[in-house]
């Protein structure tokens, strides 16, 4: 028999494994994608266009309810940034839950860690009993020239279309922002 101290430290050890943050990649991993059906009203950037793949669109945004409340951007020395992004959803368990949060570029593409991931933060678990949450994402590449970006969260079941925080990378706060370079 497997004694109970044995099971709850188990238990502990996967609770707190899936709410860290993963090692990020290295910054030339990190390749924007081009959304085809969700363009934002952002201003445009120069340089080069990044290596895209579509997005989808938002599903029913009159039902959409994961909110971004704010996002701290911070720039590490390299250049590169960690967006930390406290969400809102009325989560209610496996079924329906905010599972993501995209860095979405002024032309539409949005920043991911991997190409195969579905988001820049790929949450993987409900956060019933911790609303607001944050969870951060770091290694994110932004291109030179790019002074703002939307920050937006994904709904399980409701997709797209929460409240979206804008964030101007050229000041150092706002409504719903702050900036540390």
């Not at 899936?18 to 030339?28: E, G, I, R, V």
């Not at 969700?38 to 445009?44: D, H, S």
């Not at 991997?114 to 988001?119: K, N, Q, V």
Request: proline content about 11%; some cysteine.
């Amino acid at each position: 028999m497997v004694p109970k101290a044995l099971i709850a430290l188990l238990i502990a050890a996967f609770t707190l494994a899936a709410c860290s943050t993963p090692t990020p990649p290295p910054p030339d991993a990190l390749q924007p994608t081009e959304t085809t059906r969700q363009m934002l009203p952002l201003q445009k950037s120069g340089g080069a266009q990044p290596e895209t793949s579509p997005l989808p669109s938002p599903e029913s945004e009159s039902d959409a309810n994961a909110d971004v409340q704010f996002v701290r951007a911070k720039q590490t020395a390299s250049g590169t940034w960690t967006f930390s992004v406290t969400v809102l959803h009325p989560d209610t368990g496996w079924d329906d839950y905010a599972d993501g949060w995209d860095v979405v570029l002024p032309d539409g593409s949005v920043v991911k860690p991997d190409a195969d991931s579905p988001f820049t933060r790929l949450l993987l678990h409900p956060h019933v009993d911790e609303q607001p949450f944050t969870r951060s994402q770091s290694g994110i590449v932004i291109p030179e020239g790019v002074e703002q970006v939307t920050v937006r969260a994904h709904d399980l079941v409701d997709g797209w279309g929460g409240k979206v925080a804008v964030v101007d990378l050229s000041q150092e706060s706002g409504p719903d922002f702050e900036v540390v370079r």
